[in-house]
């Protein structure tokens, strides 16, 4: 207001004090983050304005604007997603600013983009992962373009009779199945999509398989030689260091019908017609299926003999073992040697020096089958039985 001795004028004048904006639900919700270089993530906030003031958002890595964010409006603030590379391991500091025109809010973020998995990135406490080793290094992964990625020890593989190969790994103790067609594939109850290479048996941890678990859930044991079944769609696995064959049916359960487990060397473990589940296979090195008759072959290589199983039977509690080569003592244990002898056990049967890997063919569809068997101290026998 304005006086003079004969008049005075008033004017009001409207004052609004700004309001800067507020952000609010921060994801993440730590400011410190770590992500696998091929794990994409959004980042976003809530953004409110008191003065309902139009808001103008700014994202950006390491301080300037970045192909590796895409951000957008949402209906209650902004988010960016953020897709990184490998050319960007390391620590980036991810920042968004809503400005009103006249003051900012801020918010920021330090990332880490690393190689390590998802789950060990964003372990809680009392938590552990895997960093090496196991089978989620590489289980998924197309060999064509990610092969530095995958590691596999392979001792055995077998074709599925489609081109596609099942590999055992005795390192990460699991069986692979590499699906090399163009569609999905189901094996053992696994859906494996085309290209990829994914461990259908076994979870990386060694242990005495729980009968009947399947799959991921059955653990190995230095599974060294595969056979496969086309005719059923099952698996043969030689489980070298606990001296047993597992069965993995088509439904992908495990299971112990072949070979007891035990390290024994005697007439005991030895039965000639005995339940196949009885009788022992120390250190089962080389396993080979005949499909016609369907007849598992099983060599002992630290006790020098091979042995074969009928697994005709829809039950497996009949089926039978048999040994093919295998000559014993007079107290019923095999002996390893280089003697020529018949098919079977007993006193002047044939004998092998730790066999080690074997193989069945060519003629099997004929009652008489050629065993090939490769023998570890340099020799190859042909081995003739049947009708």
């Known amino acids: 207001m304005v006086n003079d001795p004969d008049s005075n004028d008033t004017h009001d004048f409207s004052v609004r004090r700004n309001a800067p904006p507020v952000m ?5 919700a730590t400011t410190t983050v770590k992500t696998n270089y091929e794990n994409i993530r959004t980042f976003s906030v809530d953004v409110a304005d008191a003065n309902s003031d139009t808001l103008t958002y700014t994202w950006t890595l390491n301080g300037i604007a970045s192909i590796y964010l895409a951000d957008s409006t949402t209906g209650s603030g902004t988010q960016a997603i953020f897709s990184p590379d490998a050319s960007l391991l390391g620590t980036h500091t991810i920042q968004v600013v809503a400005d009103d025109g006249t003051e ?17 990135n ?35 593989v077998e074709d599925d009779g489609n081109g596609n190969l099942f590999i055992a790994d005795i390192r990460s103790h699991v069986v692979w199945f590499h699906n090399r067609s163009n569609a999905d594939v189901t094996v053992l109850s696994r859906v494996v999509p085309a290209g990829q290479i994914v461990a259908v048996v076994g979870n990386g941890a060694t242990g005495y398989g729980t009968d009947g678990a399947s799959n991921n859930n059955y653990q190995l044991y230095n599974p060294f030689s595969i056979a496969w ?46 339940a196949a589940s009885a009788n022992a296979c120390r250190f089962p090195s080389g396993i080979a299926y005949d499909s016609v008759n369907q007849r598992l072959f099983v060599a002992a290589y630290d006790q020098h003999y091979i042995k074969y199983f009928d697994v005709s039977d829809a039950d497996p509690a009949n089926w039978l073992s048999y040994m093919l080569v295998g ?27 730790r066999p080690w890997a074997l193989d069945v063919g060519p003629n099997e569809t004929y009652t008489a089958q050629v065993l090939v068997v490769l023998i570890r101290i340099g020799k190859l026998f042909l081995f003739k039985f049947g009708a």
Do not use: M
């Open 24 to 28: 609010s639900n921060t994801t993440p």
């Open 104 to 120: 900012t809010a801020v918010e920021s973020w330090t990332v880490t983009v690393n190689y390590f998995s998802n789950e060990c």
């Open 327 to 353: 000559q014993s003592n007079a107290g019923g244990s095999v002996v390893g040697g280089a003697a020529d002898g018949a098919t079977g056990p007993g006193l002047t049967a044939a004998q092998s020096n």
């Open 122 to 156: 964003n372990l809680s406490a009392g938590e552990i992962c895997t960093l090496v080793g196991g089978p989620g290094i590489g289980s998924g992964l197309i060999p064509g373009t990610d092969d530095k990625f995958i590691k596999v020890y392979p001792t055995d």
């Open 229 to 274: 079944d086309p005719v059923n769609g099952r698996l043969f696995i030689a489980n070298y260091s606990l001296h047993r064959v597992v069965t993995v049916n088509s439904d992908g359960s495990a299971h112990h019908y072949v070979c007891s487990g035990s390290s024994a060397n005697n007439a005991s473990v030895h039965i000639e017609g005995g």
